[in-house]
Structures are given as C-alpha cells and as structure tokens.
Nanobody, 114 residues
C-alpha cells in the first residue's frame, strides 16, 4: 500500500520558519521524482518545488530563495525548509510522487498569520 504522509505544518508568524516532511512507504522512493504543491482557499493547486530522483531541484518564482527542497532516499523522506514566510504562503501543502504513476499525500496545513 502506497502512503505519502506529510507533517510539520502549523501556525507561524510572518517572517517565521517551518520545516515540512513527507514520509513515503510502499514505493521504491529513489526512482520517484518528488514535489511539494500547495492549495490556498479558492485557488488552484500549484507547484511549490520539485526534486528529481537525482536531486535536481526546481522552485516556483514565489518561493525561490526562501524555500529549500531536499530528499533522503535512504530514509524515504522529502523535506521543505520554509523561511521568511509570508501570509500568502498560507495553504494546504501536499507531497507528490511521480514515476509513471502519481501519488499524493493528504496534505498539511500551513497558516502564516500574526
């Protein structure tokens, strides 16, 4: 059974930091391209950052320089380090795994508010 489980979301003040984690099971993690997406209320789901199976990272313009994506193929984990958070970063953040087939996690809420 394939599972992608996100964690690390929460409430943070503007300018603060959070680290999201995605734990994968039931897949050969190392062959999957992985990504973080987010969906704010009333908006479409959008790419935040993705990372290929060989570790090449790509970022949305809105987060480049503030967020860092990484992965640990041994632990079957993906991370998103978020800093200098803004109110517009508020969304549900989802983990995605792609290798011919696509899997999604259930999401974790990030709220940036004072």
């Amino acid at each position: 059974q394939v599972q992608l489980v996100e964690s690390g979301g929460g409430l943070v003040q503007p300018g603060g930091s959070l680290r999201l984690s995605c734990a994968a099971s039931g897949i050969t993690f190392s062959i999957y391209n992985m990504g973080w997406y987010r969906q704010a209320p009333g908006k479409q789901r959008e790419l935040v950052a993705d990372i290929t199976r060989d570790g090449t990272a790509n970022y949305a313009d809105s987060v480049r320089g503030r967020f860092t994506i990484s992965r640990d193929n041994v632990k079957k984990m993906m991370y998103l380090e978020m800093s200098t958070l803004k109110s517009e970063d508020t969304a549900v953040y989802y983990c995605k795994a792609v290798a011919g087939v696509t899997y999604w996690g259930q999401g974790t809420q990030v709220t940036v508010s004072s």
